[in-house]
């Protein structure tokens, strides 16, 4: 049976990317993290100093800017202008100022082009906020994963912090929500649980829980495609 793609989204920090890598990794498919993608022109933008409110000026940032992910089937690696920026990309100030970027018409007619393409050849998990519902809606999984503001905020806390980064609970927390409604109200592609998803509120489950599930559901999926 041909290899099948799964989509997952939701809101930030609830362990999409952690558990769509260990999901893609056992069933042997590749993993897409498109979050990655808008993090690496944000980052560029931020860097280049564009005005990201301004469409016109998005419109020529992306004209200029050449966005690659490698080892799509092992760790991302993302390459912005052939410069590696997988660390840099997670820094707050492009947490901040991403889902600006990522409402633009513009950046994201571009991205879906380039994730489509990405995503051709099968065998793929693909985490961001639209990808159920727009970049493959045609995917025979869907996943809306979700957990509490407090639960999210929470992890995010820990995982900057182990990294090294000077955070505040509360601000985190603050700076998430934000993220969260500027992405749920755009106008094109916002974040919203595709019809035909499965939700999963990962609150109080670990990540190996979140993964046995998620694979059940891909292995019920897979079995009944078989039986066709
Ligand atoms: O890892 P985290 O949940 O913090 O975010 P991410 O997946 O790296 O995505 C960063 C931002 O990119 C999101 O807050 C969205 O604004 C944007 N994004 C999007 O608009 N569409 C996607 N498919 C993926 C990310
Ligand atoms: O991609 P997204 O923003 O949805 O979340 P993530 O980056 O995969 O996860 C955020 C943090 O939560 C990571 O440090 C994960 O290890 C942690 N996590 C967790 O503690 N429990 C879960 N069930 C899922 C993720």
Redesign the pocket.
């Known amino acids: 049976m041909r290899p099948i793609q799964i989509a997952?989204d939701?809101?930030?920090?609830?362990?999409?990317?952690?558990?769509?890598?260990r999901l893609a990794k056992e069933l042997g498919y590749c993993y897409i993290?498109t979050?990655a993608m808008y993090r690496a022109l944000t980052f560029k933008a931020l860097k280049k100093k564009y005005d990201i409110n301004n469409e016109d000026t998005l419109r020529d940032l992306i004209k200029k800017t050449h966005i690659e992910i490698k080892n799509v089937c092992k760790e991302n690696q993302i390459f912005v202008d052939s410069k590696n920026v997988t660390y840099e990309i997670r820094k707050p100030e492009v947490s901040n100022n991403v889902s600006l970027v990522a409402k633009s018409k513009h950046v994201r007619e571009y991205m879906l082009k380039l994730q489509r393409e990405m995503a051709q050849s099968g065998g793929v998990v693909m985490?961001g906020r639209d990808i159920g519902t727009v970049v493959l809606p045609e995917a025979e999984v869907k996943f809306f994963?979700t957990?509490s503001l407090q639960?999210?905020a929470?992890?995010?806390y820990?995982?900057l912090d182990?990294k090294g980064f000077n955070v505040d609970l509360d601000t985190i927390a603050q700076e998430i929500s934000l993220r969260d409604e500027i992405d749920q109200q755009r106008e094109y592609a916002p974040l919203i649980q595709a019809i035909d998803a499965i939700l999963v509120d990962?609150?109080n489950?670990?990540?190996d829980?979140?993964v046995e599930s998620l694979k059940q559901e891909v292995e019920r999926k897979i079995e009944i495609l078989n039986s066709k």
């Open positions: 997952i939701g809101p930030a920090g609830a362990g999409k990317s952690t558990v769509a890598k993290d979050g985490d994963l957990a639960a999210r929470h992890r995010r820990l995982e182990k990962t609150s489950q670990t990540i829980e979140v």
